[in-house]
């Protein structure tokens, strides 16, 4: 496996169940990210772990929540959803250096869709 | 706030013809640039990243840097079918932050 693994690739899930969405970097990468991603707006940024640090937007509802349990592995657990939370999510990793910035590598997404 | 600003499009050029997109930003010390190609149903791809003032080529494409008008742009020669897509603008800004900030995203169409 090359790149940024995310599984499922489609999910339809109601309002009551709880789901997992699954992210892996093979890059060696020691950033990753997750976004959403709605039609007709912006990428959104949802949450960032970077060197074991936790960053988030705190836009985001907490029916979202993530997991980073070591550099290569990243989770978002769903409880709860809204059918307003339907969008592509994306995982992304990067490596970042003091100083320089680099660009992003992107998973397959999930489609996420609410019922 | 920083903003990243792109024509939502679409853009529509005939095969062979020059696509030029273009990308505003708000931050005077943004500096790293990128630009994503994005299919429809695909993830954001990597295709150009620019750090200084001017142009940079990578076969078709040619990223130009001007950061003293605040302005990014993606050249496409010999534009085809196949470069149907969104692209997105994505800037940095120094000062600690590595997390970007993207623009809408500008829809390109090339027709045969």
């Known amino acids: 496996e090359t790149g940024v693994t995310q599984t499922p690739r489609h999910l339809v899930m109601g309002m009551t169940n709880k789901k997992s969405l699954k992210c892996e970097q093979h890059?060696?990468?020691?950033?990753m990210y997750w976004y959403k991603q709605s039609a007709k707006k912006p990428l959104e940024l949802m949450f960032v772990?970077?060197?074991?640090?936790?960053?988030e937007n705190n836009s985001v509802p907490s029916r979202f929540s993530p997991e980073c349990p070591n550099s290569s592995h990243l989770f978002l657990h769903l409880h709860t959803l809204q059918p307003e939370d339907s969008a592509l999510y994306l995982c992304?990793?990067?490596?970042?250096?003091?100083?320089?910035?680099?660009?992003?590598?992107f998973g397959s997404g999930t489609r996420l869709t609410v019922v | 706030q920083k903003e990243v600003e792109q024509n939502s499009g679409p853009l529509s050029v005939p095969e062979g013809a020059i696509a030029s997109l273009n990308c505003t930003y708000s931050?005077?010390?943004?500096?790293?640039f990128f630009w994503y190609r994005q299919y429809s149903g695909k993830s954001p791809e990597l295709i150009m990243s620019?750090?200084?003032?001017g142009d940079k080529e990578d076969g078709r494409f040619t990223a130009q840097l001007n950061k003293a008008s605040q302005y990014v742009s993606l050249l496409i020669r010999d534009s085809q079918p196949s470069d149907s897509a969104t692209y997105l603008c994505?800037?940095?800004?120094?000062?600690?932050?590595?997390?970007?900030?993207f623009g809408r995203g500008t829809s390109l169409i090339v027709h045969p």
């Open positions: 992304a990793s990067s490596q970042v250096r003091q100083g320089a910035i680099y660009g992003y590598t």
């Open positions: 890059l060696g990468h020691n950033a």
């Open positions: 772990y970077s060197l074991e640090e936790r960053v």
């Open positions: 931050d005077r010390v943004s500096q790293s």
């Open positions: 620019i750090y200084s003032n």
């Open positions: 994505a800037v940095n800004t120094s000062g600690g932050s590595y997390i970007p900030t």
